[in-house]
């Protein structure tokens, strides 16, 4: 097993195990990763590529609530990357607000961003010499997919103007339901997430590196979205599963949201230097 790319340890313990995977935990800083026996997910296709083009409306209310975190921050349009864009939703919204948009997508869903006028990288982030630097750098259920995450946001702090932030969003494996569903918590997906953060390892993560914590918040449910009432009409009138599954669930989201335990996180750092 590969030493710990936090604090270099090789001990771990084992927490949650299936039949080609097992989540560990690290004894000295605990961050979590994801240990197989197969071979990683190829994202060449990634299998939400398809459902980001279909929901666009649907994940454009989510995304909002990542870039009014943001702009809390920095309120004056400048420049801003997203780190796995897919086909561009997210900067959309930047874009509409007066912001040079940047992404970086190694699916085919980048071609779709760039028609609608987004500067993409067709790569993956670790192979792309950029020549500038931005105000705002965004990693949205990213950071959880890729091999080193540390060596991620090192490389996003050299890309930051001074003052400027990097906001990540990602999985919380500290939530309530991860809690109380174990293996079976449905943002597990242990073949696909290589690193399981909480909000201790994911803020060392970013101090590591040198960044400032100017922010946390967590989301459950109709918390992730920035408009709830929209999403209730769109499940209502169009996906009423999803709506059935909106009402069953909205009591877990109050008890998760009065907790601080949502199942997904973000992390806000800034770069004082």
């Known amino acids: 097993m590969k030493k710990c790319i936090l604090c270099n340890s090789d001990k771990y313990k084992t927490l949650l195990q299936g039949k080609n995977w097992q989540i560990v935990k690290c004894n000295k800083c605990e961050l979590v990763k994801t240990e197989r026996n197969i071979e990683n997910a190829s994202y060449d296709f990634y299998h939400r590529d398809e459902t980001y083009k279909k929901l666009e409306s649907h994940f454009k209310n989510i995304f909002q609530t990542r870039v009014n975190l943001a702009k809390k921050h920095i309120e004056t349009p400048g420049k ?35 028609d609608k006028g987004h500067k993409v990288f067709q790569t993956l ?19 959880e997919h890729l091999e080193d995450p540390l060596s991620v946001v090192k490389k996003a702090y050299s890309l930051l103007e001074k003052d400027g932030i990097l906001l990540v969003d ?21 073949l696909e997430h ?73 992390v806000v750092g800034r770069r004082v230097k």
């Not at 982030?125 to 950071?143: A, C, D, P, R, S």
């Not at 499940?235 to 998760?256: E, T």
């Open 170 to 190: 990602v999985p919380n494996f500290d939530s309530l339901s991860s809690r109380l569903m174990g293996k079976y918590w449905p943002h597990l997906l242990p």
């Open 194 to 266: 290589n690193f399981q953060f909480t909000r201790k390892t994911l803020e060392k993560t970013f101090e590591k590196v040198g960044f400032s914590i100017v922010d946390y918040k967590t989301r459950s449910g109709i918390f992730e979205f920035a408009n709830p009432v929209q999403e209730v009409k769109e499940s209502l009138f169009g996906m009423k599963k999803r709506f059935i599954s909106r009402v069953i669930n909205f009591p877990y989201d109050i008890l998760a949201m009065l907790l601080n335990r949502g199942d997904s996180m973000s």
């Open 125 to 143: 982030f670790e192979k792309v010499n950029f020549t500038g630097k931005f105000n705002i750098i965004i990693m949205n259920h990213t950071l």
């Open 80 to 114: 801003v990357l997203d780190v796995g864009c897919s086909n561009g939703t997210m900067l959309d919204i930047f874009k509409s607000d007066g912001w040079e948009t940047w992404g970086v997508e190694p699916s085919e869903n980048a071609e779709i961003a760039i």
